[in-house]
Protein backbone atom coordinates (compact mmCIF):
# COMPACT_ATOMS: atom_id res chain seq x y z
CA UNK A 1 0.00 0.00 0.00
CA UNK A 2 0.89 3.95 -0.88
CA UNK A 3 0.17 6.72 0.68
CA UNK A 4 -0.01 10.18 -1.15
CA UNK A 5 -0.71 13.70 0.37
CA UNK A 6 -1.22 16.33 -2.22
CA UNK A 7 -1.36 19.96 -0.31
CA UNK A 8 -2.89 22.90 -2.65
CA UNK A 9 -1.58 25.36 -0.59
CA UNK A 10 -4.21 28.20 0.09
CA UNK A 11 -6.40 26.77 -2.71
CA UNK A 12 -9.47 27.04 -0.47
CA UNK A 13 -11.24 30.47 -0.60
CA UNK A 14 -14.75 32.40 -0.22
CA UNK A 15 -16.76 33.40 -3.00
CA UNK A 16 -15.21 35.59 -5.18
CA UNK A 17 -17.31 38.74 -7.25
CA UNK A 18 -15.41 38.26 -10.34
CA UNK A 19 -16.37 34.83 -10.69
CA UNK A 20 -19.84 35.18 -10.22
CA UNK A 21 -20.17 34.53 -6.09
CA UNK A 22 -18.01 31.09 -6.96
CA UNK A 23 -15.09 30.63 -5.18
CA UNK A 24 -11.87 29.30 -7.31
CA UNK A 25 -12.79 26.14 -6.28
CA UNK A 26 -16.13 25.55 -7.87
CA UNK A 27 -14.58 27.82 -11.15
CA UNK A 28 -11.87 25.44 -12.11
CA UNK A 29 -12.13 22.84 -14.59
CA UNK A 30 -10.65 19.80 -12.13
CA UNK A 31 -12.81 16.84 -13.12
CA UNK A 32 -10.66 14.59 -11.79
CA UNK A 33 -10.11 15.11 -8.51
CA UNK A 34 -13.97 16.06 -8.42
CA UNK A 35 -13.59 12.42 -9.43
CA UNK A 36 -12.05 11.39 -6.60
CA UNK A 37 -14.19 13.32 -4.40
CA UNK A 38 -17.28 12.09 -5.90
CA UNK A 39 -15.77 8.13 -5.51
CA UNK A 40 -13.63 8.58 -2.25
CA UNK A 41 -14.49 10.53 1.36
CA UNK A 42 -15.35 14.60 1.07
CA UNK A 43 -14.88 16.05 4.74
CA UNK A 44 -13.86 19.35 6.88
CA UNK A 45 -11.10 20.01 8.69
CA UNK A 46 -9.32 22.60 10.63
CA UNK A 47 -5.96 22.95 10.33
CA UNK A 48 -5.75 25.94 12.14
CA UNK A 49 -6.07 25.67 15.93
CA UNK A 50 -8.36 28.23 17.51
CA UNK A 51 -5.96 30.69 19.24
CA UNK A 52 -3.07 30.30 16.69
CA UNK A 53 -2.28 32.41 13.38
CA UNK A 54 -3.72 31.18 10.06
CA UNK A 55 -0.65 29.96 7.90
CA UNK A 56 1.47 27.12 6.54
CA UNK A 57 3.94 26.55 9.47
CA UNK A 58 0.54 26.32 11.90
CA UNK A 59 -1.16 24.27 9.03
CA UNK A 60 1.14 21.85 7.69
CA UNK A 61 2.34 21.08 11.40
CA UNK A 62 -1.10 19.97 11.88
CA UNK A 63 -1.55 17.86 8.70
CA UNK A 64 1.65 15.92 9.59
CA UNK A 65 0.51 15.26 13.17
CA UNK A 66 2.14 17.52 15.32
CA UNK A 67 0.27 19.81 17.20
CA UNK A 68 1.26 23.31 16.99
CA UNK A 69 -0.05 24.38 20.49
CA UNK A 70 2.70 22.19 21.92
CA UNK A 71 5.43 21.89 18.95
CA UNK A 72 5.90 25.13 17.41
CA UNK A 73 7.84 28.01 18.14
CA UNK A 74 8.42 29.77 15.19
CA UNK A 75 8.33 29.51 11.56
CA UNK A 76 11.98 30.82 11.30
CA UNK A 77 13.49 27.54 12.54
CA UNK A 78 11.62 25.56 10.91
CA UNK A 79 12.87 27.24 7.54
CA UNK A 80 16.13 27.50 8.78
CA UNK A 81 16.33 23.41 9.44
CA UNK A 82 15.85 23.06 5.38
CA UNK A 83 19.56 24.64 4.82
CA UNK A 84 21.20 22.75 7.74
CA UNK A 85 21.19 25.94 9.50
CA UNK A 86 22.21 24.95 13.84
CA UNK A 87 20.56 27.37 16.70
CA UNK A 88 22.19 27.74 20.04
CA UNK A 89 20.32 28.41 22.77
CA UNK A 90 19.52 31.95 22.68
CA UNK A 91 19.40 32.05 19.10
CA UNK A 92 16.06 33.10 17.27
CA UNK A 93 15.65 32.60 13.09
CA UNK A 94 13.49 34.91 11.26
CA UNK A 95 12.51 34.98 7.91
CA UNK A 96 13.87 38.10 5.84
CA UNK A 97 11.54 38.36 2.84
CA UNK A 98 12.54 40.91 -0.44
CA UNK A 99 9.97 43.12 -0.64
CA UNK A 100 8.49 45.94 -2.93
CA UNK A 101 7.09 49.57 -1.19
CA UNK A 102 5.50 52.25 -2.49
CA UNK A 103 7.14 54.83 -4.52
CA UNK A 104 10.61 56.76 -2.35
CA UNK A 105 9.13 59.01 0.74
CA UNK A 106 8.34 58.96 4.54
CA UNK A 107 10.26 54.82 5.78
CA UNK A 108 7.08 54.79 7.80
CA UNK A 109 4.13 56.00 5.23
CA UNK A 110 5.41 53.77 2.20
CA UNK A 111 2.75 51.19 1.37
CA UNK A 112 3.93 47.33 1.05
CA UNK A 113 3.25 46.52 -2.63
CA UNK A 114 4.75 43.19 -2.63
CA UNK A 115 5.38 40.44 0.18
CA UNK A 116 7.90 39.07 -2.46
CA UNK A 117 9.27 41.92 -4.62
CA UNK A 118 7.33 40.63 -7.65
CA UNK A 119 8.53 36.79 -6.96
CA UNK A 120 11.87 37.69 -7.60
CA UNK A 121 14.62 34.60 -7.10
CA UNK A 122 17.50 32.92 -8.23
CA UNK A 123 20.66 34.69 -9.06
CA UNK A 124 19.38 38.09 -8.54
CA UNK A 125 17.34 37.76 -5.39
CA UNK A 126 21.03 36.17 -3.67
CA UNK A 127 22.99 38.94 -5.28
CA UNK A 128 20.87 41.62 -3.77
CA UNK A 129 20.38 40.49 -0.08
CA UNK A 130 24.52 39.76 0.00
CA UNK A 131 25.41 42.74 -1.94
CA UNK A 132 22.82 44.55 0.94
CA UNK A 133 24.47 42.77 4.45
CA UNK A 134 28.20 43.56 2.72
CA UNK A 135 27.37 47.28 2.13
CA UNK A 136 29.69 49.33 4.24
CA UNK A 137 26.60 51.41 5.36
CA UNK A 138 24.83 48.83 6.16
CA UNK A 139 27.70 45.13 7.82
CA UNK A 140 27.93 47.14 11.14
CA UNK A 141 24.45 47.70 11.98
CA UNK A 142 23.86 44.15 11.14
CA UNK A 143 26.55 43.73 13.29
CA UNK A 144 25.60 45.37 15.85
CA UNK A 145 22.38 43.52 15.84
CA UNK A 146 23.82 40.14 15.65
CA UNK A 147 22.45 39.17 12.39
CA UNK A 148 23.17 36.76 10.10
CA UNK A 149 22.11 36.20 6.67
CA UNK A 150 21.78 32.82 4.73
CA UNK A 151 20.57 33.78 1.10
CA UNK A 152 18.16 31.32 0.05
CA UNK A 153 17.22 31.26 -4.50
CA UNK A 154 14.19 33.04 -3.43
CA UNK A 155 12.63 35.86 -1.96
CA UNK A 156 12.33 33.92 1.22
CA UNK A 157 15.73 34.12 2.95
CA UNK A 158 16.56 33.36 6.62
CA UNK A 159 18.07 35.60 9.21
CA UNK A 160 19.55 34.52 12.78
CA UNK A 161 19.65 36.29 15.48
CA UNK A 162 22.42 35.36 18.06
CA UNK A 163 22.01 36.22 21.69
CA UNK A 164 18.68 37.61 20.76
CA UNK A 165 15.99 38.07 22.82
CA UNK A 166 12.51 38.08 21.34
CA UNK A 167 10.18 37.87 24.71
CA UNK A 168 7.24 40.63 23.90
CA UNK A 169 8.12 41.18 20.31
CA UNK A 170 6.19 41.10 17.83
CA UNK A 171 6.68 40.40 14.31
CA UNK A 172 4.29 41.00 11.63
CA UNK A 173 4.03 39.02 8.42
CA UNK A 174 3.93 41.35 5.34
CA UNK A 175 1.68 39.17 2.85
CA UNK A 176 -1.04 39.42 5.32
CA UNK A 177 -1.06 43.99 5.14
CA UNK A 178 -0.57 44.76 1.29
CA UNK A 179 -1.32 47.99 0.80
CA UNK A 180 -1.34 49.43 3.96
CA UNK A 181 1.63 51.50 5.53
CA UNK A 182 5.14 50.16 6.10
CA UNK A 183 5.08 52.30 9.98
CA UNK A 184 1.82 50.21 11.08
CA UNK A 185 3.46 46.76 10.71
CA UNK A 186 6.90 47.43 11.91
CA UNK A 187 8.58 45.05 14.45
CA UNK A 188 8.06 46.13 17.96
CA UNK A 189 7.70 45.07 21.87
CA UNK A 190 11.36 44.23 22.48
CA UNK A 191 15.20 45.89 21.48
CA UNK A 192 15.55 42.90 18.98
CA UNK A 193 12.46 43.69 17.08
CA UNK A 194 13.37 47.81 17.29
CA UNK A 195 17.28 46.99 15.84
CA UNK A 196 15.57 44.93 12.91
CA UNK A 197 13.12 47.43 12.27
CA UNK A 198 16.24 49.99 12.03
CA UNK A 199 18.10 47.28 9.73
CA UNK A 200 14.45 47.20 7.79
CA UNK A 201 14.57 51.68 7.37
CA UNK A 202 18.14 51.54 6.53
CA UNK A 203 18.14 48.59 3.53
CA UNK A 204 14.62 50.62 1.79
CA UNK A 205 17.48 54.24 1.40
CA UNK A 206 20.60 51.43 -0.11
CA UNK A 207 18.70 49.15 -2.37
CA UNK A 208 17.44 50.98 -5.10
CA UNK A 209 20.72 51.96 -5.54
CA UNK A 210 21.61 48.02 -5.71
CA UNK A 211 23.54 47.08 -9.59
CA UNK A 212 20.58 44.19 -9.45
CA UNK A 213 18.02 46.90 -8.59
CA UNK A 214 18.82 49.33 -11.59
CA UNK A 215 19.33 46.40 -14.18
CA UNK A 216 15.86 45.03 -13.53
CA UNK A 217 14.32 48.39 -13.81
CA UNK A 218 15.88 49.09 -16.70
CA UNK A 219 14.36 45.55 -18.31
CA UNK A 220 11.12 46.26 -17.04
CA UNK A 221 11.04 43.87 -13.98
CA UNK A 222 9.78 44.95 -10.74
CA UNK A 223 12.36 45.94 -8.40
CA UNK A 224 13.31 44.72 -4.66
CA UNK A 225 12.80 48.03 -2.66
CA UNK A 226 13.19 46.48 0.77
CA UNK A 227 13.69 43.74 3.46
CA UNK A 228 10.97 42.21 5.82
CA UNK A 229 12.05 40.15 8.97
CA UNK A 230 9.36 38.49 10.57
CA UNK A 231 8.28 35.00 11.46
CA UNK A 232 10.55 34.51 14.69
CA UNK A 233 11.27 31.52 16.56
CA UNK A 234 13.70 29.50 18.85
CA UNK A 235 15.34 25.90 18.41
CA UNK A 236 13.09 23.25 17.70
CA UNK A 237 12.71 19.57 18.05
CA UNK A 238 10.02 16.97 15.80
CA UNK A 239 9.07 13.45 16.24
CA UNK A 240 10.43 11.17 14.11
CA UNK A 241 7.90 10.43 10.96
CA UNK A 242 9.08 6.42 10.48
CA UNK A 243 8.91 6.14 14.33
CA UNK A 244 5.65 7.29 15.46
CA UNK A 245 3.93 6.60 12.39
CA UNK A 246 5.67 3.28 10.66
CA UNK A 247 6.00 4.95 6.88
CA UNK A 248 9.20 6.74 5.36
CA UNK A 249 9.09 8.31 2.55
CA UNK A 250 9.59 12.32 1.42
CA UNK A 251 8.25 15.69 0.70
CA UNK A 252 8.37 17.31 -2.64
CA UNK A 253 8.11 21.33 -1.96
CA UNK A 254 10.03 24.11 -3.34
CA UNK A 255 8.92 26.22 -0.05
CA UNK A 256 11.66 25.93 2.64
CA UNK A 257 9.54 25.60 5.02
CA UNK A 258 7.79 22.32 4.14
CA UNK A 259 11.09 20.80 3.15
CA UNK A 260 12.25 21.77 6.61
CA UNK A 261 9.62 19.97 8.14
CA UNK A 262 10.30 17.28 6.60
CA UNK A 263 13.99 16.99 7.64
CA UNK A 264 13.08 17.56 11.33
CA UNK A 265 11.19 14.69 10.87
CA UNK A 266 13.38 12.40 9.22
CA UNK A 267 12.07 12.39 5.72
CA UNK A 268 13.70 13.10 2.43
CA UNK A 269 13.18 16.59 1.06
CA UNK A 270 14.79 16.54 -2.36
CA UNK A 271 15.86 20.58 -3.88
CA UNK A 272 14.63 20.41 -7.73
CA UNK A 273 15.74 23.06 -10.53
CA UNK A 274 12.66 24.42 -12.03
CA UNK A 275 10.72 23.92 -9.13
CA UNK A 276 10.10 28.29 -7.96
CA UNK A 277 6.74 27.54 -5.43
CA UNK A 278 4.59 29.80 -7.92
CA UNK A 279 1.67 28.76 -10.08
CA UNK A 280 3.93 28.59 -12.85
CA UNK A 281 6.31 25.84 -11.29
CA UNK A 282 7.54 22.34 -12.82
CA UNK A 283 4.63 19.92 -12.23
CA UNK A 284 5.86 17.77 -14.07
CA UNK A 285 9.21 17.49 -11.86
CA UNK A 286 7.16 17.43 -8.46
CA UNK A 287 5.63 14.55 -9.99
CA UNK A 288 8.97 12.11 -11.21
CA UNK A 289 10.07 13.28 -7.59
CA UNK A 290 7.25 11.84 -5.79
CA UNK A 291 7.04 9.13 -7.91
CA UNK A 292 10.39 7.86 -7.55
CA UNK A 293 10.01 8.15 -3.77
CA UNK A 294 7.29 5.76 -3.51
CA UNK A 295 9.25 3.37 -5.32
CA UNK A 296 11.60 3.17 -2.73
CA UNK A 297 9.09 4.34 -0.03
CA UNK A 298 5.74 4.13 1.02
CA UNK A 299 4.81 7.81 1.72
CA UNK A 300 4.89 10.67 -0.37
CA UNK A 301 3.68 14.94 0.23
CA UNK A 302 3.25 16.81 -3.42
CA UNK A 303 2.69 20.59 -2.11
CA UNK A 304 1.66 22.91 -4.49
CA UNK A 305 2.96 26.72 -3.23
CA UNK A 306 0.97 28.29 -6.67
CA UNK A 307 -2.57 29.05 -5.78
CA UNK A 308 -1.44 30.65 -2.12
CA UNK A 309 1.28 33.24 -3.77
CA UNK A 310 -1.10 33.86 -6.86
CA UNK A 311 -3.32 34.98 -4.11
CA UNK A 312 -1.28 37.05 -2.22
CA UNK A 313 -0.39 38.97 -5.75
CA UNK A 314 -3.90 39.21 -6.48
CA UNK A 315 -3.50 37.35 -9.55
CA UNK A 316 -7.40 35.29 -9.85
CA UNK A 317 -6.90 33.85 -12.84
CA UNK A 318 -3.57 32.47 -11.99
CA UNK A 319 -5.03 30.90 -8.70
CA UNK A 320 -7.88 29.11 -10.93
CA UNK A 321 -5.60 27.94 -13.17
CA UNK A 322 -2.85 26.60 -10.38
CA UNK A 323 -5.91 24.57 -9.16
CA UNK A 324 -6.87 22.98 -12.69
CA UNK A 325 -3.12 22.23 -13.22
CA UNK A 326 -3.14 20.45 -9.66
CA UNK A 327 -5.74 18.35 -11.09
CA UNK A 328 -4.43 17.53 -14.91
CA UNK A 329 -0.70 17.84 -14.09
CA UNK A 330 -0.62 16.61 -10.52
CA UNK A 331 -3.30 14.17 -9.38
CA UNK A 332 -4.07 12.31 -12.17
CA UNK A 333 -0.79 11.57 -13.50
CA UNK A 334 0.27 10.16 -9.95
CA UNK A 335 -3.19 8.04 -9.84
CA UNK A 336 -2.92 6.72 -13.26
CA UNK A 337 0.96 5.63 -12.69
CA UNK A 338 0.11 4.08 -9.69
CA UNK A 339 -2.38 1.73 -11.32
CA UNK A 340 0.10 1.51 -14.28
CA UNK A 341 2.39 -0.22 -11.46
CA UNK A 342 -0.86 -1.93 -9.91
CA UNK A 343 -0.33 -0.40 -6.68
CA UNK A 344 -2.74 -0.30 -4.14
CA UNK A 345 -3.18 3.58 -3.10
CA UNK A 346 -4.63 5.88 -0.71
CA UNK A 347 -4.35 9.39 -1.05
CA UNK A 348 -4.93 12.64 0.84
CA UNK A 349 -6.28 15.88 -1.06
CA UNK A 350 -6.54 19.55 0.66
CA UNK A 351 -5.88 23.26 0.58
CA UNK A 352 -3.52 23.29 3.66
CA UNK A 353 -5.61 26.77 4.70
CA UNK A 354 -7.46 29.07 2.93
CA UNK A 355 -6.36 32.34 1.20
CA UNK A 356 -8.82 34.71 0.32
CA UNK A 357 -8.74 36.77 -2.97
CA UNK A 358 -10.94 39.45 -1.20
CA UNK A 359 -7.86 40.01 1.77
CA UNK A 360 -4.95 38.34 -0.40
CA UNK A 361 -4.04 36.92 3.44
CA UNK A 362 -4.68 33.66 5.27
CA UNK A 363 -7.89 32.84 7.04
CA UNK A 364 -7.92 29.65 9.86
CA UNK A 365 -11.70 28.58 8.73
CA UNK A 366 -12.10 24.73 8.24
CA UNK A 367 -10.86 23.60 4.69
CA UNK A 368 -12.42 20.80 2.50
CA UNK A 369 -10.39 17.44 1.76
CA UNK A 370 -10.57 14.28 -0.58
CA UNK A 371 -9.89 10.95 1.40
CA UNK A 372 -9.41 8.29 -1.68
CA UNK A 373 -8.62 4.81 -1.30
CA UNK A 374 -7.71 2.49 -4.81
CA UNK A 375 -9.68 -0.62 -3.30
CA UNK A 376 -12.65 0.34 -2.60
CA UNK A 377 -15.76 0.22 -4.09
CA UNK A 378 -16.27 3.49 -6.63
CA UNK A 379 -19.62 4.68 -4.55
CA UNK A 380 -18.43 7.50 -2.22
CA UNK A 381 -19.82 10.70 -1.76
CA UNK A 382 -20.87 11.51 -4.95
CA UNK A 383 -19.87 15.21 -4.52
CA UNK A 384 -17.28 17.23 -6.10
CA UNK A 385 -14.41 19.31 -4.54
CA UNK A 386 -15.37 22.53 -3.52
CA UNK A 387 -15.89 24.26 -0.14
CA UNK A 388 -19.86 24.53 -0.84
CA UNK A 389 -19.97 20.46 -1.11
CA UNK A 390 -17.76 19.93 1.78
CA UNK A 391 -19.90 22.54 3.94
CA UNK A 392 -22.77 19.32 4.80
CA UNK A 393 -19.91 17.04 5.62
CA UNK A 394 -18.39 16.15 8.89
CA UNK A 395 -16.30 18.22 10.64
CA UNK A 396 -12.38 16.87 11.72
CA UNK A 397 -11.93 19.34 14.79
CA UNK A 398 -8.19 19.00 14.79
CA UNK A 399 -5.65 18.41 11.34
CA UNK A 400 -3.88 16.43 13.72
CA UNK A 401 -6.23 13.79 12.88
CA UNK A 402 -5.45 13.91 9.02
CA UNK A 403 -2.74 11.40 8.70
CA UNK A 404 -4.58 8.47 11.10
CA UNK A 405 -7.15 8.92 8.50
CA UNK A 406 -4.86 8.63 5.71
CA UNK A 407 -2.96 5.77 7.51
CA UNK A 408 -6.38 4.11 8.33
CA UNK A 409 -5.12 3.74 11.88
Known amino acids: MKYVLVIGDGMADDPVEALGGRTPLEAASKPFIDGLAAAGTLGRVRTCPAGTQPGSDVAILSI ?10 GRGPLEAADQGIALRPGDAAFRCNMITLSPPGPFRERLILSHSAGSIHGADSMELIRWLFEHPSF ?14 PSFRHIAVCRDAAIQGGEFIPPHDHLGEPVGRHLPRGCRTAEQLGELMEKAAALLPDAPVNRRRAAEGKSVCSGIWFWAEGTAV ?22 RGIARLMGLEAPVLDGVNGEWDTDYEAKVRAALEILCREDFAVLHLEGPDEATHNGQLREKVQAIQWLSSRVVEPVCRTMEERGEEYRML ?4 HKTLTSTRGHDGGPVPYILY ?9 GLAYTEAAAA ?10 LLPA ?3 L
Open 237 to 258: ELPDFRSRWGHGGGVVSAVPLC
Open 406 to 408: LFG
Open 373 to 381: DSRRDRRGS
Open 349 to 352: ILSD
Open 139 to 152: RPLAEAARVEIHPS
Open 64 to 73: FGCDPRTCYT
Open 392 to 401: GCPLMEEGTG
